[in-house]
């Protein structure tokens, strides 16, 4: 569908697949969903979370191939969590440092450390680095901002993209 591979949960309800370039009325949108759950306290693996949360090295390779064959050039990147490069810069803006005692934090600290360890922001650093793209959204961080002027969490906020 639009040119790339979708998930079907329901006759209502699709889901863009990971690593696919789907082309919407003339706009082209990489898809990138995923990333390590940061809120662990009180959760069970294969209940609340998932390891299959982060994006396999399959699934990695995949977006990298298809990235190349669509000219490393997408017009927007729909993904779950940021580059690490934006990560790190609210690592500061936070004063979070990831030399700290991990053990010394508070729970805050911690998740955002856990983002930027996280391999699916070293992947979509990897990514940025080399395709050219006009736009860049994703929400994991739970707040509604923009960065850079091409990098925008969104949370409470709904946009109209096109």
């Known amino acids: 569908m639009f040119g790339g591979k979708v998930g079907i949960i329901n006759d209502k309800l699709l889901y863009l697949r990971r690593g696919e370039i ?3 009325e003339g706009h082209t949108f990489f ?6 759950t940061t809120d662990l306290i009180g959760r069970i693996e294969g209940i ?36 690490k ?9 936070y004063d979070v440092d990831t030399e700290d005692d991990v053990s010394r934090l ?7 450390i856990m ?15 080399r395709i050219k793209f006009e736009h860049y959204y994703c929400g994991h961080f ?15 906020k709904v946009i109209e993209l096109i």
């Open 22 to 24: 789907f082309d919407i």
């Open 31 to 36: 898809c990138m969903g995923g990333a390590r």
């Open 48 to 83: 609340h979370y998932f390891r299959e949360e982060i994006p396999s090295s399959k699934e990695m390779c995949y977006a990298i191939d298809n990235l190349e064959a669509h000219g490393n050039k997408v017009d927007y990147i729909l993904a779950h969590t940021l580059p």
């Open 85 to 93: 490069n934006l990560v790190k810069y609210l690592l500061n803006e």
């Open 106 to 112: 508070d729970e805050f600290a911690k998740q955002m």
């Open 115 to 129: 983002r930027y360890e996280d391999p699916t922001s070293s992947f979509l650093q990897v990514v940025c680095d």
């Open 142 to 156: 739970h707040e509604d901002r923009t960065m850079g002027g091409r990098f925008t969490i969104l949370y409470d």
